[in-house]
Each structure stands twice: as structure tokens, then as C-alpha cells.
């Protein structure tokens, strides 16, 4: 999910994994609006011009868990956790100069 999004505008990441079957799509769509937010308040960019620049899906610490079992045994599992890193970056649309079109319709 990280790569199929990566280098996408916000908007358009966040419309891609809303309509993804994958599971860690819901996970990976809150830290993208969470590091939005965090743009936007912090920094006080413009959500409409920001770009998802990184995204990083690290392991976290894992969980050892035991299920009993017959003759007062015991499997045991693993949950396994991850840390998902959202970075976005402002880059505003390019500007048009009125006169360039002109000039290479001229030539």
C-alpha cells in the first residue's frame, strides 16, 4: 500500500485507499490525515497543496502471547506490530505565465 501511493497528493491518497480492498489501507490512511492535520496546524500549510513526499511502515515490538492448550500446555503466538510514518511536503502548483503560450505558438 506504501509504494501505490507514495509521491500522490493528499487528496488523491487519501481517495485511492478509501476505495482499497486491503486491510492496511484504513491503517495507512490515518497517518497520512494525521500528518496532514499536523502540517496544516503546525505549519500552516495549504492541505490542497501538499504531496506525500515519504512513507515508512517499520516494525514495532512484538507481543508474545500464549493459548492453552490440551494437557494443560501451552502454543504460543506472536503479535506482531508496526509503526506507520507519514511525511508530507508542500508543493504549490506551478504558475502559468500568461505569454508563454503566445510566444511558442509564434515561433
Request: net charge positive; glycine share 4%; aromatic share 6%.
Amino acid at each position: 500500500m506504501a509504494d501505490s501511493v507514495k509521491g500522490m497528493k493528499v487528496a488523491e491518497a487519501l481517495a485511492y485507499l478509501e476505495f482499497s480492498p486491503k486491510h492496511a489501507a484504513r491503517d495507512v490512511a490515518k497517518a497520512i490525515k494525521s500528518a496532514a492535520a499536523n502540517a496544516e496546524h503546525n505549519f500552516n500549510l495549504n492541505r490542497d497543496d501538499l504531496v506525500l513526499k515519504q512513507l515508512l511502515i517499520d516494525e514495532g515490538p512484538t507481543y508474545r502471547r500464549r493459548r492453552p492448550v490440551s494437557r494443560s500446555m501451552a502454543h504460543e503466538y506472536f503479535h506482531r506490530t508496526c509503526h506507520i510514518t507519514a511525511v508530507v511536503e508542500d508543493q504549490p502548483a506551478p504558475v502559468r505565465a500568461q505569454g508563454a503560450s503566445q510566444r511558442g505558438a509564434r515561433k
